[in-house]
Structure formats: C-alpha cells, structure tokens
C-alpha cells in the first residue's frame, strides 16, 4: 500500500501560482510514477502532469504545458506541482497517483491516489 497526502491548494488570483505537494508513506517511493490529475465540478477526471520514477521524463496535457512544472524529491518521498500564470479554468480538485506500471495519461492505470486539495482561481 502507498498512502498519497497532498497539501498546497487554496484560492488565488487569476494570474498567480500555487505550489502543491504529495507526501508518499508506505512502499519505496522510487518504484513509482507518479502523476497529478485534476477534476473540476461536473467533469470527469483529467491527466495534468506525470513524471517517472527518476524525475528524467515528463510530460504535460497541453492546457497546461510550459505553465505547470511537475518534480519529485525521492529521498523526501514527495511529488511536487509547481503552477505558475493560473487561470480560472484551472480551478478544480488535484490529485496525485502513483502508478507502478508504465507511464501513462490513464485514470484507470494508477493504483493508489490521494484525497485531493482543492485550488480555486478567481478572475
């Protein structure tokens, strides 16, 4: 079992930037991907960012590329999201997930998750 806690969100201005972060307890860290997907009211569940085990690879959803930077410190055993120039249609809840299988943009391929935290952008 890997136990996923992510803290950071909040309510911000249009423009602004929030970091969030997902602190990992459990099994070893490194042996997973690890990714963060976003839900807002009323829509389904959507890929934001995913880094691999190492922190060498990642990719982005194109709504959010070259504005959100995801990074990973293995020996503190936490994923970060860095977001810059946010914008209302970013608001929604984010999750982290880790994934020991490949890396993918799937849901359905992730097998631990955490509660989420909230972030709101207002215009």
């Known amino acids: 079992q890997v136990q996923l806690v992510e803290s950071g969100g909040g309510l911000v201005q249009a423009g602004g930037s929030l970091r969030l972060s997902c602190a990992a307890s459990?099994?070893?860290?490194?042996?997973?991907?690890m990714a963060w997907f976003r839900q807002a009211p009323g829509k389904e569940r959507e890929f934001v960012a995913v880094?691999?085990?190492?922190?060498?690879?990642?990719y982005y959803a194109d709504s959010v590329k070259g504005r959100f930077t995801i990074s990973r410190d293995n020996a503190k055993n936490t994923v970060y999201l860095q977001m810059n120039s946010l914008k209302p249609e970013d608001t929604a809840v984010y999750y982290c997930?880790?994934?020991?299988?490949?890396?993918?943009?799937?849901?359905?391929?992730?097998?631990?998750w955490g509660q989420g935290t909230q972030v709101t952008i207002s215009s």
């Open positions: 997930a880790a994934s020991s299988k490949s890396l993918t943009l799937v849901v359905a391929t992730y097998d631990y």
């Open positions: 459990g099994r070893t860290f490194s042996n997973y991907h």
């Open positions: 880094i691999n085990w190492s922190g060498g690879r990642t």
